[in-house]
């Protein structure tokens, strides 16, 4: 398969013929990148890489943070965690308050806000340092040093955050927060806040498309059964009520974030991640979406 020319050619027909969607605005800083932004990176198990426009800039990563935080989780805890956080699709916003209610303040999956600041409680008790712990695996993980939260980027999320305030301390109302939600809340903006290209983020998914993937300390990370579970949680969950859609017109695992970055996986075969800041009515980079599409459809290699 020539990855480089196919990569090119659906590069070259999304940037002249699609362009729809709203930058996220409502974290602030958000608001100020550069809506042209459009940069691809695909990495093979067998490490052939290709990266395509803005490849090497940072972004916003945003809820892709969630999958790096559910696998710590679920590597430090074991199946535990399914005490506190279900794995069914919610069928809703990736901020949606409405289920907390019946559901008893477990939330759907690890995945929507709720799950995800859930998941934070567990490491914000087990992390002696839970922001610089957390860092330093992303970088273990990745095998990048230049991986930073962007202290602006949290600051700015916190300071509008009332939903996820409001989310934080209602499911401490059902006892399934442990610790104070300032601090939850504090390490859940700032893991979103994290910074990376689209290079840094294929690499770092690398654990759950690679089954021999060892970090850079020569640790594997998680064994083949979590693997597939983190795989289909982002199958059926990655992206929030248009989870469905993404699995029907592209076909693999994958997570997307505010950011503008999507991230999929094809377990055995390869990571590509692709960032564009404008996103479709449910929250998913607009563009994002139509070139894993495409990549699919013309390599014939989705998981089905
Ligand atoms: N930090 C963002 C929020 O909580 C993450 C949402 C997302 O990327 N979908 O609103």
Known sequence: MNYKAVLKNIYQTIIAEENEGKVATYIPELAKVNSENFGVHFLSVDTE?????????????????????LSLAYKIFGDTIWE??????????FNSLVQLESDHGIPRNPFINAGAMVICDMLVTHLKNPKAD??????????CDQIQYSETVARSEASIGYRNKALCNYIKSF??????????????????????NCKE????FMFL??????TSKGEKLLNTSKTKRVNAIMQTCGFYD???????KVGLPG??????????????????????????????????????EAFTTVTELSIF
């Open 84 to 93: 506190r956080v279900g794995v069914e699709p919610s069928g809703t916003a």
């Open 201 to 204: 983020l294929s690499k770092t």
């Open 49 to 69: 890489e290709h990266g395509i426009g803005d490849w090497q800039k940072k972004f916003s990563i945003q809820s892709i943070s969630k999958v790096i935080s």
């Open 134 to 143: 957390f860092l330093a695996y992303v970088k273990e993980i990745c095998n």
């Open 242 to 248: 248009e989870s469905g859609e993404f699995s029907f």
């Open 255 to 292: 997570k997307s974030g505010v950011g503008g970055g999507i991230v999929a996986v094809h377990p055995d075969r390869y990571c590509i991640t692709v960032w564009s800041p404008k996103l479709n009515e449910k929250g998913n980079s607009y563009r994002g979406m139509k070139f894993l």
């Open 209 to 214: 498309a690679n089954s021999n993937f060892k």
């Open 175 to 196: 006892g399934n927060i442990k610790n104070d939600p300032k601090d939850v809340l504090d390490f859940y903006f700032n893991m979103c806040s994290i910074e990376m």
